[in-house]
Nanobody, 123 residues
């Protein structure tokens, strides 16, 4: 069964950091482009960052520029989203998704999705 699983979410104070992980089972992430999306309550899901199979990254959300970074460890079949200087407006469910091809900020090209992990930024 092909599956993506996110982990690492939780409650953090403003200014804090979290590292989300996206792990794959049933397939090898090396060949896939991985995108991180987020969806806040009552809002549409938005693309945040994306990393190609070759390791180049693309930022789709100006609000996270300079604070969030994406990386991948193919040996561990895992992609990471490191989030620093978190703000209350970063509160959302974060999803990772996989596609073959170029990065995209849109949901439809992605073939596989995880179930999401909740990130709450609050004092």
């Amino acid at each position: 069964q092909l599956q993506l699983v996110e982990s690492g979410g939780g409650l953090v104070q403003p200014g804090g950091s979290l590292r989300l992980s996206c792990s794959a089972s049933g397939f090898i992430l090396d060949y896939y482009t991985i995108g991180w999306f987020r969806q806040a309550l009552g809002k549409e899901r938005e693309g945040v960052l994306c990393i190609s199979s070759s390791g180049s990254s693309t930022n789709y959300a100006d609000s996270v520029k300079g604070r969030f970074t994406i990386s991948r460890d193919n040996a561990k079949n895992t992609v990471y989203l490191k989030m620093n200087s978190l703000k209350p407006e970063d509160t959302a469910v974060y999803y990772c998704a996989a596609l073959t091809g170029y990065c995209s900020p849109y949901m439809s090209p992605y073939k596989y999705w995880g179930q999401g992990t909740q990130v709450t930024v609050s004092s």
